[in-house]
């Protein structure tokens, strides 16, 4: 059935949103990790700088001292640069793993979309709401409401209940569970009558509803777009 389909479908999506997004974290974390595992050390330059001072004590010339305190605020600049150089990586990282999980959600959504797009295209409409008011005698599709009789409202509970049942009923059981007799006392065709009726009530307000409007004081109107009318 059509709302089956749907579920199946928009648990599959939800299923491939969460894998995909799984992935997508796991594979920047990855690269993340190695990227800021290759990036040479902070304090390396200064490191070097020292192990120069303590391996050459023949440097006693002012030129040489002063040379090397050179290198050492050379060293700390390098370093000092490189930690800002992690955080701009970082802020990459995370601005890309957003990007990437924002555009596999929309893809996502598009695919899942354009499948009940066509599904509707297909079937004319698609049922996501059903709700039957025996009070009111109106029974509410999606987010219209249809106004029937006591009579239609009976019939379309009993299919309504043998639904969510996954049960089929014949004719003679349709009459039987409203009448409240017995299956073998009823006729088909009794219960055949109730679905023309509640098909002809239902189906003229639905295309009262959806296809042919009736304007107040003005006339009768299709409701659909001029662009896709088509005379052969």
């Known amino acids: 059935m059509p709302s089956t389909s749907v579920t199946d479908s928009l648990r599959t999506g939800q299923r491939v949103v969460a894998l995909g997004i799984a992935a997508i974290v796991a594979i920047l974390v990855v690269a993340g990790v190695l990227l800021m595992l290759t990036l040479p050390d902070a304090n390396a330059f200064n490191d070097r700088v020292a192990r120069i001072f303590v391996e050459n004590d023949d440097l006693a010339g ?21 930690a800002s150089y992690r955080m701009v990586i970082f802020v990459l990282l995370v601005f890309a793993t957003a990007m990437l999980v924002a555009a596999l959600v929309c893809l996502v959504l598009l695919a ?12 004319g409409i698609e049922v996501s709401s059903l709700i039957i008011s025996r009070e009111e005698n ?6 219209m409401g249809f106004k029937l009789t006591e009579a239609m409202i009976e019939t379309l509970a009993v299919l309504a ?24 006392d009823c006729d088909e ?17 639905m295309v009262g509803a959806l296809l042919v409007k009736t304007i107040a004081r003005r006339g009768y109107v299709l409701a659909i777009d001029k662009n896709v009318i088509e005379m052969v």
């Open 62 to 82: 002012q030129a040489e001292i002063r040379l090397l305190e050179i290198l050492a605020q050379s060293g700390t600049a390098f370093s000092e640069t490189l």
């Open 112 to 123: 899942v979309l354009n499948r009940r797009m066509a599904r509707i295209e297909r079937s």
């Open 138 to 143: 109106t029974v509410y599709l999606n987010t």
């Open 161 to 184: 209940e043998a639904r969510l049942d996954d049960e089929m009923l014949t004719g003679a059981e349709i009459e039987a569970m409203i009448s409240g007799r017995d299956p073998s």
């Open 189 to 205: 065709a009794s219960g055949a009558t109730r679905i023309k009726r509640l098909r002809d009530g239902l189906g003229n307000q």
